[in-house]
């Protein structure tokens, strides 16, 4: 019979310090390399964007590869390609921590719409206001850092 699944994910990470240091010019290039790693890690990218201070990234998640784990690869292969590049020469690495909610296929359309709208939804919103929102959409609590 085989195995059959769909795991949806929708990931959001910041860069150190919230550093609007994504450039615009280059964050296609950026993009390209992250779809580069999902590819190589069998997980199929439905829609990837972001602000110069975050990115989402709408995916499906291959059983073979744990969340966590693919976050982890994500930040340490652009940490230092964002490095190397010379392309984001004010980028001083990734926050510590990220944010991943599941989505049924109901949804799909609706968050890749949203995700591809980042910067038009961003003139009328903060990040902030943005990521207490889907937290609250999810029903996760949202702690204050201290």
Wanted: glycine fraction near 4%.
């Amino acid at each position: 019979m085989g195995t059959y699944r769909q795991i949806f994910y929708h990931i959001v990470f910041g860069t150190k310090h919230r550093s609007p240091v994504i450039n615009e010019k280059n964050e296609s290039e950026l993009y390209k390399y992250i779809w580069g790693i999902l590819k190589n890690k069998n997980c199929k990218l439905y829609r990837i964007n972001g602000m110069p201070d975050h990115i989402h990234i709408f995916c499906d998640l291959h059983p073979s590869v744990s969340l966590s784990n693919l976050i982890k690869d994500i930040k340490v292969a652009t940490n230092l390609w964002m490095k190397e590049s010379g392309l984001f020469p004010e980028f001083d690495g990734w926050q510590e921590g990220y944010s991943a909610f599941t989505s049924s296929v109901k949804e799909k359309e609706t968050i890749i719409n949203y995700i591809k709208n980042q910067k038009e939804h961003h003139k009328h919103e903060s990040f902030e206001d943005e990521f207490k929102k889907l937290l609250a959409e999810h029903i996760i609590e949202f702690k204050q850092n201290n």
